[in-house]
């Protein structure tokens, strides 16, 4: 359990690089490990700070990576909440890589969830102290002294202290006992709950804001850095003497060979250092590389994905059963099954990754967009053979992340070139770098069965799996998907079934794979919303009275007995349990609000589907137009049930982009292999969705008093899905094989 | 050396005319609030005004911007008073920013030449510009409300 713990000045400027006045707090948070941890590796506590100056500002440090999410405002409103603080007197310093806080990493949606309860004690502790401080300077008892609006008060008296006032008495005091802390009630909430506006529109507006891509240092060198168009291959020989002709062009150097596993190393290749990112690029098109062979320049994309779909079509390794699927089958009236599959796909985000590295004297300071500034600081210390407490890592404004800029492969780039060069160094990657040295989302084979009953009832119910695993790019070996993986909507299953047989086939990886946004959620969620709409099409019945049937009584879903040893996203299965009853309400929500179930103009239909990841639900439903074989998307509604949220505003800002980030990759996400090199390069042949594409958007969040669960990825699951039915609905095709575009026009 | 007028006042930076102006703001101007993003005019983050018109600075060669005057996001308003400024503050257009000074660019531009902007001509001139994040329905309204406040000032 948490504890908050008075802090001395001296370790927050450690910690956080800035002097402190006054109170100083820190909260000390339970563990946890990351997935390329080492065996063994003691698991960190951490710290978190909130400090109040006796010039009245508050600080709260974020530490976590902001990317569009609003958790520089989230997490400072909860602490501010608490604190009775002004919100105008709050300013949010951004957390510097230290392990003391626990895990900084920015991904799984699990910022507000995690934190959301410590930074309520974290303020609640500053507001008591702040008020027993007073009582003490006024010699009242405690219970007769309040704070309110940056001030404490004393009623009877009407006498007040600025915040400010009161920081170094209050420094002094000891933390109340958690036990004896007194949180708010949710009805006296001020900020929590509220659209509290993000702390950096100002320098967004005004073009102030600063990005990985945007940090310059004086005398600073600009790296464009040519890598292995396939992975496993390193340089056999360059020649750069054109390159060095290019007017700017300082020097080339060749990057590590490197061999598998391919962690988070960086890719092989050769960078051309110049005065200014121009002059770089122009030298590393002169640059005449050779390299070697690969045991994956054979791979192809469109033949891989066709074995996977081979597989799946053959009984796997059983992960979760319930009866027996395959007695079930035989003995149903009728079956009906079905294959889909998902390519690979990229992140994609606006700002491509980039670092800036000096290293001065044996050490490093780091410049990254990155949501994993602790794993930046360890495989820096590593790569330059360092320790990492010599590696200081300054975390920028991420131009969008999606779980591309959770690999540091980048900031390790810059750090072997500063190193190496002995001046300071930016490693901007293009955006034909992002689309093709990236960490894939893996391509995926799915295959499912159903068997009904002479009633039409669901009675078995077979669903497999196959697709290269994350877990290769951290040990080199594995060769199917991780239980991890499929704890993301495949073993989590929540239907209500006599038999069921969850089962998984093998693929091995040939690209470095990552995780994108919703990670296998994204594959999963397409399928089982895609069959359930099948099967409701094949029963004649209406695609929500099939999944309200086939969710079952209102109940919590736990598939431990039934063989699979389930994750749940790292959360505790009491305090987030598999509700059925909010699923069954997400679906209902959003299915009443749409109107899904009222007549459409001609060629025009909306299709459904809802899917719980990172312990909240969301439900879509898509409406669209259909003439010919060209798809058009009118309107979109989303409801999500993330439990207590901290931002409304900034909730159905990510319900909105989920929207349309899973649109683009069902419309027109592709990424193919050939020869083992990405063929895509840039937008014109990996497209996003462009303003003219996007629908009408309409968001409702579930009221909810219950623990606060995900939000940045539980939009994209059920999007594609919900796309591919009311294509169909509307007298489309039905699409199995993402992307949508490779069927029809969009 | 290449001379235009940046913000109101004239710059000279000595970059080859071959140079897309992206770079020599960015990297020898320091005025970073044009962003890079796919070096191929296809995605909006670099738009800035040339003579008035939105262009995009990741292909606009210095030979062609000597002489002219170059407005930049840092350079749209003082105070970020302008009205797609204020309409994109009304409306918490932005969620990670980064493509966000392309898109007040292309939508001060665009309402330089229609006022009263219809769903459809929106569509026409902003789908040059791509949001990752997908703010396009907010920029949508922005804009409209844009439109309001340029009306009344």
Redesign the interface.
């Known amino acids: 359990m948490s504890q908050i713990a008075n802090v001395s000045r001296r370790q927050f400027l450690k910690i956080t690089g800035m002097g402190a006045t006054g109170l100083v707090l820190g909260g000390l948070l339970p563990g946890f490990r990351p997935a390329w941890a080492k065996a063994g590796d003691a698991v960190s506590e951490l710290n978190l700070f909130v400090s109040i100056g006796s010039d009245d500002l508050v600080h709260i440090i974020c530490h976590r990576s902001?990317?569009?999410?609003?958790i520089r405002t989230g997490l400072p409103q909860v602490v501010a909440d608490e604190l009775m603080a002004d919100w105008q007197k709050v300013q949010v310093v951004q957390g510097l890589a230290n392990a003391e806080y626990g895990s900084q990493n920015t991904d799984g949606s699990r910022s507000v969830r995690r934190f959301y309860q410590i930074m309520r004690e974290m303020g609640a502790s500053a507001r008591a102290m702040l008020e027993q401080a007073a009582a003490n300077q006024w010699q009242v008892p405690l219970e007769e002294v309040q704070a309110r609006d940056h001030q404490v008060w004393h009623q009877k008296s009407g006498r007040s202290l600025r915040f400010g006032e009161l920081a170094e008495a209050a420094a002094g005091l000891t933390p109340p006992a958690k036990d004896q802390l007194k949180l708010k009630s949710p009805d006296d909430f001020n900020y929590i709950g509220k659209?509290v506006?993000?702390v950096?529109?100002?320098?967004?507006?005004?073009?102030?804001?600063?990005?990985g891509?945007?940090v310059?240092l004086p005398d600073m060198l600009?790296a464009s850095i040519e890598r292995t168009p396939v992975v496993g291959a390193n340089v056999k020989s360059v020649d750069n003497s054109a390159a060095l002709k290019v007017?700017g062009v300082v020097d080339t150097f060749v990057m590590p060979e490197q061999s598998e596993p391919v962690l988070f190393k960086p890719l092989p290749g050769v960078a051309v250092l110049a005065t200014?990112?121009?002059a770089a690029?122009q030298g590393r098109k002169q640059l005449r590389i050779e390299w070697t062979d690969s045991t994956h320049s054979q791979h192809d994309s469109d033949a891989y994905l066709d074995v996977l779909k081979g597989r799946v079509k053959q009984q796997g390794k059983v992960i979760r059963s319930i009866g027996d699927a395959y007695a079930g089958m035989m003995n149903a009236v009728d079956t009906f099954e079905a294959g889909y599959s998902v390519p690979y796909l990229i992140h994609?985000?606006?700002?491509?990754p980039a670092a800036t590295a000096v290293f001065k004297d044996g050490t490093c300071e780091i410049w990254a967009c990155t949501q994993t500034p602790q794993s930046t600081q360890q495989n820096v210390a590593g790569a330059l053979g360092i320790e990492p407490d010599k590696v200081k890592v300054n975390v920028t404004?991420?131009?969008?992340?999606?779980g591309r800029k959770s690999k540091p492969d980048f900031s390790v780039e810059a750090a072997i070139l500063a190193k190496q060069t002995g001046k300071p160094v930016k490693v901007?990657w293009?955006?034909e770098d992002e689309i093709r040295h990236g960490y894939y989302h893996a391509a995926a084979a799915m295959h499912f069965a159903a068997g009904m009953d002479d009633t039409g009832r669901v009675v078995s119910w077979l669903q497999r799996t196959a697709f290269p695993s994350i877990s290769w790019t951290f040990n080199g070996t594995s060769d199917e998907p991780s239980g991890s993986e499929l704890d993301l909507g495949f073993g989590d299953l929540p239907f209500a079934l006599d038999n069921l047989s969850c089962e998984v086939q093998k693929a091995e990886a040939h690209l470095r794979i990552g995780w994108v946004r919703s990670v296998s959620n994204i594959q999963h969620g397409f399928a089982i919303g895609s069959f359930v709409d099948e099967l409701a099409h094949k029963l004649d019945r209406r695609p929500r009275e099939l999944w309200l049937e086939l969710l079952g009584s209102d109940r919590l879903v736990d598939p431990e007995p039934e063989g699979f040893k389930y994750g749940n996203y790292g959360e505790s299965k009491a305090v987030f349990p598999i509700d059925t009853a909010r699923i069954k309400g997400v679906l209902n929500l959003v299915a009443d609000k749409a109107g899904v179930d009222k007549p459409t103009a001609k060629n025009e239909a909306w299709g459904l589907s809802v899917h719980r990841s990172f312990v909240s639900y969301v439900a879509v439903a898509t409406k669209v137009r259909v003439d010919g074989n060209k798809v058009q998307v009118l309107e979109m509604h989303s409801a999500i049930d993330a439990g207590t949220v901290v931002n409304p505003?900034r909730v159905r800002?990510?319900m909105?982009?989920?929207?349309?980030?899973g649109l683009s990759l069902a419309m027109m996400g592709e990424i193919s292999v050939k020869d083992g090199a990405v063929v895509q390069s840039?937008?014109?042949d990996y497209p996003?969705?462009?303003?003219?594409q996007?629908p009408?958007?309409h968001s409702y969040i579930v009221e909810s008093s219950q623990a606060p669960g995900g939000v940045g990825e539980p939009g994209v699951p059920p999007v594609a899905a919900s796309l591919c039915n009311a294509i169909f609905r509307a007298g489309g095709k039905r699409i199995r094989d993402l992307p949508i575009s490779k069927h029809m026009q969009v | 050396m290449m001379n235009f007028t940046l913000n109101g006042k004239v710059v000279s930076v000595d970059a080859e005319g071959d140079m897309p102006l992206l770079w020599a703001l960015r990297d020898m101007l320091g005025m970073t609030g044009t962003k890079y993003g796919c070096g191929m005019a296809l995605c909006g983050a670099c738009t800035v005004h040339l003579d008035g018109q939105a262009v995009r600075a990741c292909t606009l060669p210095m030979s062609l911007v000597q002489g002219k005057k170059v407005t930049t996001i840092e350079g749209l308003a003082v105070d970020a008073s302008h009205p797609v400024q204020q309409a994109w503050k009304e409306h918490n257009v932005p969620q990670c920013g980064y493509c966000q000074s392309g898109q007040m660019m292309s939508a001060a531009a665009l309402l330089a030449k229609h006022p009263n902007p219809d769903d459809n001509t929106i569509d026409e001139q902003m789908q040059g510009n791509i949001c990752r994040c997908g703010t396009y329905p907010r920029i949508k309204a922005a804009i409209k409300t844009a439109a309001k406040l340029g009306g009344k000032s």
Do not use: C
């Open positions: 902001e990317m569009g999410q609003g659209d506006p993000i950096d529109m100002p320098a967004i507006l005004s073009g102030q804001t600063v990005f891509q945007d310059q600009y007017k200014n990112s121009w690029m994609a985000p606006m700002e491509p404004l991420l131009g969008g992340g999606f901007s293009s955006r505003d800002s990510q909105e982009g989920a929207m349309i980030f840039n937008f014109h996003l969705l462009r303003i003219n996007s009408q958007i």
